[in-house]
Nanobody
Framework: QVQLVESGGGLVQPGGSLRLSCAASGSIFSFNVMGWYRQAPGKQRELVAL???????SHTDSVKGRFAISRDNAKNSVYLQMNSLKPEDTAVYYC?????????WGQGTQVTVSS
């Protein structure tokens, strides 16, 4: 059974930074994709960033230059460094893991950007 545990959300002022972490446990094989989605109130869940096990990354246009995804394969963990945060970044952030044709989700962590 694969489980994902997220941490690092919270309240931050516009222009501030947060770092989200997500650790996977269970039967994790070497080749997989991990990433982050977010869902704001009244909006659909959207992909924020993803990273493959060999380090290739992709970020949605609205966060390019501000957010950076990274991972530590030894720890089966993925991170999202979020800088220059804006009120429109407010959402619940979910990490995910694609592994052997299945997608696993974390429980979500709230990020609120407000003065």
């Amino acid at each position: 059974q694969v489980q994902l545990v997220e941490s690092g959300g919270g309240l931050v002022q516009p222009g501030g930074s947060l770092r989200l972490s997500c650790a996977a446990s269970g039967s994790i094989f070497s080749f997989n994709v991990m990433g982050w989605y977010r869902q704001a109130p009244g909006k659909q869940r959207e992909l924020v960033a993803l990273i493959t096990s060999d380090g290739s990354t992709s970020h949605t246009d609205s966060v390019k230059g501000r957010f950076a995804i990274s991972r530590d394969n030894a720890k089966n963990s993925v991170y999202l460094q979020m800088n220059s945060l804006k009120p429109e970044d407010t959402a619940v952030y979910y990490c995910y893991l694609d592994l052997q044709g299945r997608r696993y989700w974390g429980q979500g962590t709230q990020v609120t950007v407000s003065s």
